[in-house]
């Protein structure tokens, strides 16, 4: 049978182990020839300056950048979200406080796209059957605010990645990014076919886990490759 393979996006984070890394800017600085589209980092790990630093210069580069947050209390979730608008950043990703959150998002440009389900720890955990936590995405992409959802197909103990992730796509009214342990061309490629409109990958690159590891650069390149970046019409034709 012939299909056309769908292209999605490619989130590069600095992150490793739900942290950004200490030397994250001379980390983009090695990426910053490639035909990455997006970057991002977590809410831990990093000052606030050293972030806004990262921003400004992917904005420089033509690129969008994305705030994930992972703090466990509601107190410093709803810090990190309200530093956003601050950092300049163009997404936040994550987070479970979504009524709390969405005052302090409002009035800026900046797109929200929160955890659906039940997220508990650090590195986020996601757990709850498929039907509930795809529930949980119709109601959250229903708000007024909220144009995506964070979902962490790959940090489920139990789900089968391809259904939760094709249940979530079908319930939610904006885009699914899939978030968290992505270390394969075989996940990207499910993540694809399930209908999630981006994923992102850190600590795999930092482990140096894809194929031109461990140099960066080679790596992004190579997972932008996988998610049908740069090929042809005819490349993306397959059997």
Partial sequence: MIRRSRVIEFIFMLTHDDVTVDNALAVYDQVRGTDLRYVGFKDIGASPAQLT???????????????????????????????????????????????????????????????????????????????????????????????????LTYRHPSADPEALTSAVADASAGPVIAAGSVEAEEQIQLLARSGAWAFTIGSAIFEGLLPGGPAFDTQVRSVLQTAGHGQSQADRLQS
């Fill in 53 to 151: 630093e990262i921003t400004r210069r992917a904005h420089e580069d033509g690129r969008e950048v994305m705030l994930e947050v992972v703090s466990t209390s509601a107190s410093d979730e709803l810090r990190s979200i309200e530093m956003a608008p601050q950092i300049g950043v163009d997404w936040v990703l994550g987070g479970t406080h979504v009524t709390e959150a969405l005052p302090k998002l409002r009035g800026s440009a900046i797109r929200y796209c929160p955890f659906p389900g039940r997220v508990t720890g650090h590195p986020s955990i996601l757990t709850g059957d498929i039907t509930e936590i795809a529930d949980s995405a119709r109601t959250l992409s229903s708000l007024n605010g909220v144009h995506g959802l964070d979902l």
